[in-house]
């Protein structure tokens, strides 16, 4: 078979990238140990996270003048908890991870937009200023069922 020489210099080089870019990450994930980003990384053990304090009993507390903490865990398929009520004007600090497989927390109108994983707490503030009913959706596909993930948070 004859391969014409500029293509043959195209695909050498092809290759040679395909090399240089999968050292670079490997390189990178395994030498230099590189981790998904955080200050103040927190790991859980997801098989026994539901009876592990805080969440064994997932919700809102109260820290300080309408200052709450969240927490909260994905599953397939929902949240706990199912509901939450939050005063208006509060400054919600959510910390959600997950018990199964790779979950999403958004909630739509708002910069609220979070990966959820299994192992990992995720944290995110928002200060809630108007009243209403917020969704919290999961936008990762994570099964049959992902389209009806889903809780509410009623701000009021
Ligand atoms: Cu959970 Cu999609």
Request: hydrophobic share 40%.
């Amino acid at each position: 078979m004859h391969i014409h020489r500029l293509e043959k210099i195209w695909l050498i080089f092809g290759i040679a990238m395909l090399i240089t870019f999968l050292t670079v990450v490997g390189v990178g994930a395994f030498a230099q140990g590189m981790q998904p980003p955080g200050t103040h990384r927190h790991t859980v053990d997801p098989e026994t996270v539901d009876k592990t304090a805080p969440f064994d009993k997932p919700g809102l507390k109260k820290v300080g003048d309408n200052e709450y903490e969240a927490y909260m865990l994905a599953f397939a398929f929902g949240y706990s908890p199912g509901k939450m009520e939050i005063p208006v004007g509060a400054t919600v600090t959510f910390h959600i991870t997950s018990k199964d497989v790779v979950h999403g927390f958004q909630i739509p109108g708002t910069n609220v937009n979070m990966m959820v994983m299994p192992g990992e707490v995720n944290q995110l503030t928002y200060k809630f200023t108007k009243p209403g009913e917020y969704l919290v959706l999961c936008n990762e596909y994570c099964g049959t069922a992902h389209e009806m993930m889903q809780t509410r948070i009623i701000v009021k």
